[in-house]
């Protein structure tokens, strides 16, 4: 059976060996979730996993268009460094970028202000541990109910609607 698209995609951004790659059948992985047509990834959990060009190279922004259809993702511990966006045109509805600088007491690299956007779907999101400086707003009608920012740099304003959802914060 021929790999689907996203398999090929996720090939790219993962440790496989050449070997494996012809093989390679991501939504039969502990790594990923397919939906049930086994069309589209819908989760990853790529927790130390990433290989190292990726690692160097990473955007969020970049990686979300190769996966269209992701609802969860984790990329956790891979020393990743650079700004956190959430494009808005994001499906995602749980994110955690945490803990990605291991020799680093800081824990991770990315750095800048969190922009999370009007329309987003996001639910959940882990970015402690990281180098976030600025302000942290959370925009009006958002979906987020979970905001883990702990070990973080932040220090502008903080902002919350009223009628947020949030209802774990730390």
């Known amino acids: 059976m021929e790999p689907i698209q996203d398999c090929k995609n996720l090939a790219n951004f993962i440790e496989i060996s050449t070997k494996d790659y012809n093989n390679f059948d991501c939504c039969h992985s502990k790594l990923v979730k397919c939906n049930d047509s ?26 979300l268009i190769q996966f269209p259809y992701l609802n969860v993702l984790d990329v956790g511990d891979n020393q990743l460094e650079g700004q956190l966006i959430i494009p808005d045109n994001s499906n995602l509805e749980i994110l955690s970028v945490s803990n990605n600088q291991l020799t680093d007491v800081s824990g991770n690299q990315f750095e800048g202000e969190l922009i999370i956007p009007e329309n987003s779907n996001l639910e959940s ?14 925009p009006e009608n958002s979906k987020l109910k979970s905001l883990y920012v702990r070990e973080n740099q932040l220090t502008g304003k903080l902002i919350i609607p009223q009628n947020s959802n949030i209802i774990d914060f730390g």
């Open 38 to 63: 086994q069309n589209s990834i819908i989760e990853l959990y790529l927790s130390s996993n990433l290989n190292a060009e990726t690692r160097e190279n990473f955007s969020l922004e970049t990686f």
């Open 125 to 138: 999101l882990n970015a402690s541990n990281n180098q976030l400086t600025g302000d942290l707003i959370i």
